[in-house]
């Protein structure tokens, strides 16, 4: 025996009262997938009158690349229908009279009417939600697209600034190097440029000035020692002028007439010393390390050459002297100027 309970049956115009208190477009189709009734929701929402679809197949609210599928989910459907609530997750298409696609969304309820098994179709339009959802979809992905892209973008600079980070802080190590360097060569210049001066500085020690009865040449001969101190910055100049632009400058035959005026007046080792601390203390006054330490490099070398000619002439003139020449023949050394202690 079947204890199921009866299909509720229903007359048309109790269908069709039905389907006018529906707010949804409604439908009924049976088994064969033909219209029966229809509301008014629905002819407004497909463009057709009650009478162009009541007797027509439902596959004409459907876009024809559905249809063919869609005749075989209604059998199956029919075969074992069930309710089916609005809202699973499926993308369904109707078509509009004017062939204009729209999103809805369709629930079912099947029951049985004096006519047999039939199914009322509930047929929400969601083509302005779904117009939304896609917009809104897009717009996240641009959102998303835009946040990887400023992300990789900061990550970039991020890396970039640490870079430069590191960058400064190895050059500022390096500077700071390069300037305990400096300062510690500029102290050693200062130091050798103090020990020039204390020397020039210093009197002969009076076993020496007795034995040579000389004062020192800047004393004994002021203006022509300022003179050759002169010559001998000028010198300087040039070399620094040579060693920096490739000049080519005749310093040696300079350096040895400097010499010979210099022992023409008797100069001792001590008043080349005090001549070349001069000049060198005029030349490195004031000025950036890098050229004064130019300076004290060609200054050290056209003080050892200086100090050549100087004994070279002295060597050539006691030479003549013991050869028994005359002054006269020579350079000799001038003996009017005296040194004391």
Not at 36 to 48: I, K, M, P
Not at 172 to 182: C, D
Not at 259 to 265: F, Q, R
Request: contains cysteine.
């Amino acid at each position: 025996m079947n204890n199921a309970p009866a299909q509720p049956h229903l007359s048309r115009t109790e269908c069709q009262e039905l389907l006018a208190s529906v707010p949804d477009a409604a439908l009924v189709v049976n088994s064969q997938g033909i219209i029966l009734a229809a509301n008014a929701t629905a002819t407004q929402l497909f463009g057709y009158a009650s009478a162009d679809l009541e007797g027509k197949a439902l596959d004409l609210l459907l876009p024809e690349r559905f249809r063919g599928p869609h005749r075989e989910h209604v059998a199956h459907y029919f075969s074992r229908p069930w309710p089916r609530p609005m809202g699973l997750n499926l993308d369904l298409i109707a078509r509009h009279k004017s062939g204009r696609e729209i999103d809805i969304l369709v629930s079912l309820a099947p029951w049985q009417s004096v006519q047999g098994a039939v199914t009322a179709v509930f047929i929400r339009d969601i083509t302005a939600q779904k117009a939304l959802e896609t917009a809104v979809r897009e717009a996240r992905d641009r959102l998303e697209l835009e946040v990887e892209t400023r992300t990789a973008e900061l990550l970039q600079a991020n890396q970039h600034l640490r870079e430069e980070i590191l960058e400064r802080q190895r050059v500022e190590t390096e500077l700071r190097q390069l300037t305990t360097e400096l300062t510690r060569r500029q102290a050693e210049l200062e130091r050798e440029l103090q020990s020039l001066e204390n020397y020039s500085q210093s009197k002969p020690s009076a076993v020496t000035a007795r034995a040579y009865n000389l004062l020192s040449l800047a004393e004994s001969a002021p203006e022509f020692f300022a003179g050759l101190t002169q010559e001998y910055e000028v010198l300087l100049e040039k070399a620094l002028e040579a060693r920096m632009y490739r000049v080519e400058n005749d310093l040696s035959a300079k350096l040895r007439r400097l010499a010979e005026k210099l022992g023409s007046y008797s100069a001792s080792p001590h008043d080349v010393v005090q001549l070349h601390s001069r000049a060198l203390t005029a030349k490195v006054k004031g000025i950036p390390y890098p050229r004064a330490n130019v300076y004290f490099e060609e200054g050290r070398l056209l003080l050892l050459e200086l100090m050549g000619h100087l004994t070279a002439y002295y060597r050539s003139y006691y030479l003549n002297v013991w050869q028994g020449k005359s002054p006269g023949q020579e350079a000799t050394p001038n003996k009017t100027t005296t040194r004391e202690d």
